[in-house]
């Protein structure tokens, strides 16, 4: 009976029912039965669980066929004992195993069973389907789901708890720790980790000179402290994985949604972690970008529809869980089914969603549920709101220590260059020092689920202390921790990097970051009286046509200033240039955007034009060329303040009736060299306070944060061909890991690329502009900022052999390349 059960088993994982339909010739080339004895545990377990678990285990039943156990594989699925066989030579399974019929093979992809395998198999079924009761291919209990108290070892040679955790590990894999690195080391580590950019040379010496005990943690407290250099490094980081980016696909045409300016202020903050994850699963107007996803344009595979999007990322990034095969059909990578994926996408439907299979529908409707129900239920007939309420309940509940053990996780692998538990996304494997990466989970929720805490855990440890360790040696099966991994910067850290030693940043930030909550907002009367709101005509505050309007103005500057910005705002949008190049655009005047714009100033004439849009009562922009219609007439207004300033003279201005407008858009009009000969003076409409825009205290705050985003930084800007090739991500898909390893397109974008050049040549202006006494000071300076060292005698002279006998432009440009060409600038040591 067995013999005949197993035979219907197989062709049930066809999702059919049939007899074996080998001739007598095919049969003939069966491979004989195993003779000895089969043995289930040595000979046929392995069997089964190289070629049938994928399919038919782990709770997986493809065509109604398991083989989580001997009772399930003997029950010959949702038909019954239909197809019944005499012996292994007129079974099913032995025909389908044996691929002697092309049109009914298993295993269905990957390799398939040799000779031996088959009459092991045969013999299996000849001498009675024995079953090792130990054995089972059933879905296995989650790991790293449930938190745990870990127990700190009695040890006396460290009182920090990480190291303590270690001890026990080191002596077991007969380790011993190396000594801590020094200082400079350190404190270089520790800003690239916490800031993303080199501390400065100043900062490096105080620090070294620190005779302190505890300054290692002090330093680590006060970089901590800094919100604004926090926020700016971290939130590269956070748009990796939450997939939140300034431009690409969907933002122009609606169908995406940034989330950029929840998640700076939730980094500004510190939001803690359960209430950061809470209000992306049950999002505000601000913060729904992460779960809306992409709608992409044109017919979309139905593992990539909104809802789908959402419980891919959601079971990514908060769960460490890959649940994009399992979107499309009962995976193959893990235990995860397509149920499981449809029913937490479901949450997010206004009903239960139809279940696609490889995009064909099933007709089945799937259950709305989490992913470890034993966590909590979620009512299905609620309402959407309500249950993506539960869900966010569930997920940051502290009976799901998972949410904690990725995030920790995500930490580790980021300071130390290899989680806890690898790959970080597979959080279903075990960690190679279980008991670190659950008291590192337990330690966060205890502390209020405070990231800054788990940070700071890690980094005063010893473990993060050690010297570091090449990964290239050390295979996934093999690894053992001995110290951090050399790691490469990412793009915005070598971005960032290059500013700190060139002084060369971005001119604009991509949104208008916020102060930081120690920064104090400016008082309305802060707002300089000289800026006016403008327009072509007077009386536009109160109705203007829907059209563009383009304002100039001309000034003369005997020296460049040392702070040069510019606030805008326009109802209802704008594009700023200076002398031909934009700088900065907007299109809420409610929300004023601050522009740098020292860099594209020069001695002698300069020109600000700005192109501005009053917008049809239904908000639509205006299309430039055409003539504007009557009844799309409402307010407009320009309002702008240039704020110019050196040790000695102020020399600002604002819009007002010396600038000059025109209604047509002429070609290089924003340029210096155009002749503005016919345009005409523009029309002032009152103050900054006045109605209906009211904004005076809104220019002045935001001109009150010039002082703080003088260097915008990488993360604040769209991506570039420099950082591009460097690795930065389209953010198209959540991304948790960037390649560390370098590649042609980036040996040949840092020895040749446009970008990387023009930079270097605005860094040696720079350079040559500051007050150096000698080629030694120049060489060092650039070495302390570039390296937190000295430069040694021989690199010393290989720089003076760079610079030549009398220093130039070029010159510099080469030393900048050949210091920004070194290891020790690119990787962290």
């Known amino acids: 009976m067995k013999l005949k059960l197993t035979s219907m088993v197989l062709a049930l994982a066809l999702g059919s029912v049939a007899q074996a339909k080998l001739s007598p010739e ?34 997986k039943a493809k065509g109604g066929f398991q083989i989580d156990n001997r009772e399930v594989f003997l029950k010959g699925g949702e038909s019954g004992p239909a197809a019944i066989a005499a012996n292994s030579g007129d079974s099913l399974m ?6 002697l019929d092309p049109e009914n093979v298993m295993p269905q992809k990957g390799s398939k069973l040799n000779e031996k395998q088959v009459a092991l198999l045969r013999g299996w079924i000849d001498q009675g389907i024995t079953w090792d009761k130990e054995i089972s291919f059933a879905k296995l209990p989650p790991v790293n789901l449930y938190p745990r108290e870990v127990a700190l070892p009695s040890v006396t040679k460290t009182e920090d708890p990480i190291d ?41 010496e105080k620090f070294a000179a620190d005779k302190r005990p505890n300054k290692r943690s002090r330093l680590v407290d006060s970089l901590l402290a800094d919100n604004k250099h926090y926020a700016e490094n971290w939130l590269s980081f956070w748009n990796d994985l939450l997939r939140n980016d300034y431009r690409g696909t969907g933002y122009i045409d609606g169908g995406r949604k940034q989330i950029t300016k929840w998640l700076y202020s939730a980094l500004l903050t510190n ?10 699963v049950n999002p505000n107007e601000e913060s729904e970008g992460f779960v809306k996803g992409i709608v992409w344009r044109g017919v979309v595979n139905a593992s990539q529809t909104p809802q789908m999007q959402a419980a891919q990322n959601i079971s990514q990034v908060f769960m460490g869980i890959n649940m994009k095969c399992a979107s499309c059909h009962d995976s193959f990578i893990n235990d995860w ?32 549920k989490f992913l470890y129900p034993e966590l909590g239920q979620i009512t299905p007939e609620a309402p959407q709101a309500e249950r993506r309420k539960q869900l966010a309940e569930i997920i940051t509940s502290k009976q799901n220590g998972r949410l904690s053990r990725t995030v920790v996780n995500r930490f580790w692998q980021k300071f130390l260059g290899r989680g806890l538990v690898e790959p970080v996304d597979d959080m279903e494997q075990k960690a190679w020092s279980p008991d670190l990466l659950d008291w590192l989970a337990q330690d966060l929720a205890d502390n209020g689920y405070d990231l800054k805490h788990t940070m700071k855990a890690i980094l005063t440890s010893r473990a993060y202390q050690m010297p570091s360790v090449s990964m290239d040696d050390q295979a996934h099966s093999d690894f053992v921790f001995a110290g951090p991994a050399v790691r490469r910067l990412s793009a915005e850290q070598f971005r960032d990097s290059l500013g700190a030693l060139t002084g060369v940043w971005f001119d604009t930030a991509a949104f208008q970051p916020p102060l930081a909550p120690s920064g104090k907002a400016a008082e309305p009367n802060a707002m300089p009286k000289g800026a006016k709101w403008i327009w072509s005509e007077p ?48 299109k809420d005047f409610g929300q004023p955007n601050l522009g740098l714009i020292k860099s594209h100033l020069r001695k002698g004439e300069n020109v600000i034009a700005i192109a501005g849009a009053n917008s049809t009562p239904d908000l639509k922009t205006p299309v430039e060329g055409v003539a504007p219609k009557p009844e799309g007439a409402n307010p407009a207004g320009l309002i702008a303040y240039i704020r110019l300033r050196n040790k000695k003279e102020v020399l600002d201005f604002g819009t007002d009736a010396s600038w000059t407008f025109s209604k047509n858009k002429a070609k290089e009009w924003e340029k210096p060299s155009f002749a503005a000969i016919d345009w005409k003076p523009a029309a ?6 006045m109605a209906p825009w009211n904004a005076e205290k809104s220019l002045a705050n935001t001109l009150s944060m010039a002082g703080e985003h003088q260097q915008v930084r990488s993360s604040l800007v769209p991506s570039d061909p420099l950082m591009l090739a460097l690795g930065r991500p389209s953010r198209e898909q959540v991304l948790t890991t960037r390649l560390q390893t370098a590649t042609t397109l980036q040996a040949i974008e840092l020895t040749n690329g446009d970008t990387l050049a023009k930079l270097l040549q605005r860094g040696a202006d720079k350079v040559l502009g500051e007050k150096i ?15 937190s060292r000295k430069p040694t005698k021989d690199e010393l002279a290989s720089a003076k052999d760079y610079l030549g006998q009398s220093v130039s432009r070029e010159g510099v440009e080469d030393l900048l390349w050949a210091v920004a060409m070194l290891p020790e600038f690119q990787l962290i040591y």
């Not at 089964?48 to 285990?57: A, D, I, N, P, Y």
């Not at 032995?94 to 691929?99: L, T």
């Not at 270089?188 to 501390?199: A, E, H, K, S």
């Not at 500057?557 to 934009?582: H, M, Q, R, W």
Request: aromatic share 10%; proline share 6%.
């Open 26 to 59: 095919q049969k003939a080339k069966l491979p004989a039965p195993a003779q000895d004895k089969v043995q289930f545990t040595r000979d046929i377990a392995p069997i089964l669980q190289t070629s049938c678990v994928k399919c038919h285990g782990r709770g």
């Open 94 to 99: 032995i025909e389908m195993v044996s691929g």
């Open 164 to 204: 303590r955790i270690l001890q026990p590990y080191f002596a077991a894999q007969k380790i011993k720790p190396s000594k801590v690195v020094d200082d400079r080391t350190y404190a270089r580590r520790v800003y690239m980790d916490l800031w993303g950019v080199p501390p400065a040379p100043e900062d490096v």
């Open 271 to 280: 939001l803690p972690y359960d209430r950061f994850v809470a209000q992306l």
């Open 337 to 368: 089914t397509l149920a499981d994926a449809y029913g937490l996408a479901s949450v997010y439907a206004d009903q239960r969603l139809e279940m696609f299979q490889c995009d064909k529908p099933t007709g089945k409707k799937s259950a709305i």
């Open 539 to 586: 009386g536009a505050d109160q109705k203007a046509l829907a059209e563009w309007v383009y304002f100039r103005k001309v000034f003369t500057l005997a020296e460049i200033p040392d702070e040069a910005v510019a606030v805008v705002a326009c109802d209802n949008s704008f594009t700023l240039y200076v002398n031909g190049t934009k700088v900065t655009s907007g």
């Open 684 to 689: 002032e409409l009152g103050g900054a306070s």
């Open 773 to 787: 006494k000698s080629t030694e000071e120049l060489i060092t300076k650039l070495y302390t900022r570039a390296l």
